[in-house]
Every structure is written in structure tokens, then in C-alpha cells.
């Protein structure tokens, strides 16, 4: 069986097509889980900080675990679209290396402190900002949209502020509102520019 070949003219249109379909797809009741996660991690690092400081109890830094749950329930709910893409497995593809990479740095904490005696989850929040900017960004180099790539980037002062005020041994005490800011910038605008495009 002959392949028909593509003209230019016609691969820049199937390829136009594919990131517009991705694009639906990512829409809000249909898979946007910028604004999904964005938003639950927003809310989560303000009412940690609120509990934390009206109880002064760091206990309540172990809620930050319930975004891998948030994670695992976003996954199994949400809607498939009917035709995937390339670029809806390349999106997906970047989004479960980052995955990857949240659990591998847990572990990696978890398994290091122990043996050293102590365990500290303090870098993890600056390193989840910072995974969270990386898979934004990439989502938005696969689908060419501007604002999606390079508002992430900005939001990264956020996480090396956090890093350089652990290197001079400052408190964290307001990193969580830090953390629900960087949220914000990095996924729910991005998620609202989407939405725009996509309805237009």
C-alpha cells in the first residue's frame, strides 16, 4: 500500500490541527489540570500556614501529601478525550516524568535523612515549585503558547529566594503563602490563558 505524502502547506495544517485539538482537550470539564491542581495547591499552602500558626504545630506540614492523593484522584477522574494526539502523549509524557521526579525526591529525603538522622522535607517545597514550572513551561512549548512557557520561569525567583534563605539558615515561617503565590503564577493563570484561547 502507497503512503500519500504530505505537502508542506498540509503538514503545517495536520500540525496546527493536533496542538488546537490539544488545546480543547485541556479545557476546563474536559482535562485542565492546571487549574485543577493549581488551585488545590493555592488552597493547601494557605491552610497549612493557617493551622500551623494558630496551633504552632508543624505537624500539619505533613498535609503537603495529600497532593500526590489530589494527584492520583485527578488522574483516575478525569475525562479521556476522544481522539489523543501526539502532542496529548508528549503533554502527558513531560507530566509523568515530573511525577516521577516529585516521588523520587520524597524518597530520596526520606532515605538520605534517615541515614544521616535526620529528616527534612524543607527543600522539597522549593523543588516542587520548581518541577511544577518545568512541567508548565513544557506544556507550553508543546502546544506554542506564550504565557504558558514563560510565566513559570518568572514564578522561579520564588523557589531560589527559598533556597538561598535556607543556605543563610533564615526562617520559612511564610513559606507556604510563598508557595500558594508561586502556584497561582505558575498554573491557574496559565490554566485561565488556555481556557480563553481554547473558547475563542
Given amino acids: 500500500?502507497?503512503?500519500?505524502?504530505?505537502?508542506?502547506?498540509?503538514?503545517l495544517e495536520l500540525i496546527s490541527q493536533m496542538i488546537r485539538s490539544t488545546r480543547e482537550n485541556m479545557e476546563v470539564g474536559r482535562?485542565?489540570?492546571?487549574?485543577?491542581?493549581?488551585?488545590?495547591?493555592?488552597?493547601?499552602?494557605?491552610?497549612?500556614?493557617?493551622?500551623?500558626?494558630?496551633?504552632?504545630?508543624?505537624?500539619?506540614?505533613?498535609?503537603?501529601?495529600l497532593m500526590f492523593a489530589f494527584w492520583g484522584l485527578l488522574y483516575y477522574f478525569s475525562k479521556k478525550p476522544a481522539v489523543v494526539t501526539y502532542t496529548d502523549r508528549?503533554?502527558?509524557?513531560?507530566?509523568?516524568v515530573i511525577g516521577y521526579m516529585f516521588i523520587i525526591s520524597c524518597l530520596s529525603i526520606v532515605l538520605i535523612g534517615w541515614f544521616a538522622g535526620q529528616i527534612n522535607f524543607s527543600v522539597m517545597m522549593p523543588?516542587?515549585?520548581?518541577?511544577?514550572?518545568?512541567g508548565t513551561s513544557m506544556t507550553?512549548?508543546?502546544?506554542?503558547?506564550?504565557?504558558?512557557?514563560?510565566l513559570p520561569l518568572l514564578a522561579m525567583v520564588i523557589p531560589f529566594y527559598?533556597?538561598?534563605?535556607?543556605?543563610?539558615?533564615?526562617?520559612?515561617?511564610?513559606?507556604e503563602l510563598l508557595f500558594s503565590?508561586?502556584?497561582?503564577?505558575?498554573?491557574?493563570?496559565p490554566g485561565h490563558v488556555l481556557n480563553a484561547k481554547s473558547r475563542s
Fill in 127 to 134: 523543588l516542587s515549585l520548581i518541577y511544577m514550572g518545568m
Fill in 31 to 65: 482535562g485542565n489540570l492546571f487549574l485543577y491542581f493549581g488551585y488545590f495547591s493555592a488552597f493547601l499552602g494557605i491552610a497549612i500556614y493557617i493551622l500551623t500558626a494558630l496551633t504552632s504545630n508543624g505537624v500539619w506540614g505533613f498535609g503537603w501529601f
Fill in 90 to 96: 508528549a503533554i502527558r509524557t513531560v507530566w509523568k
Fill in 162 to 175: 527559598m533556597f538561598v534563605m535556607m543556605q543563610n539558615g533564615n526562617p520559612h515561617c511564610w513559606w
Fill in 181 to 189: 503565590l508561586a502556584a497561582i503564577i505558575i498554573m491557574v493563570i
Fill in 1 to 11: 500500500m502507497e503512503e500519500k505524502k504530505l505537502t508542506d502547506q498540509e503538514s
Fill in 140 to 150: 507550553g512549548v508543546i502546544i506554542r503558547n506564550k504565557t504558558t512557557v514563560y
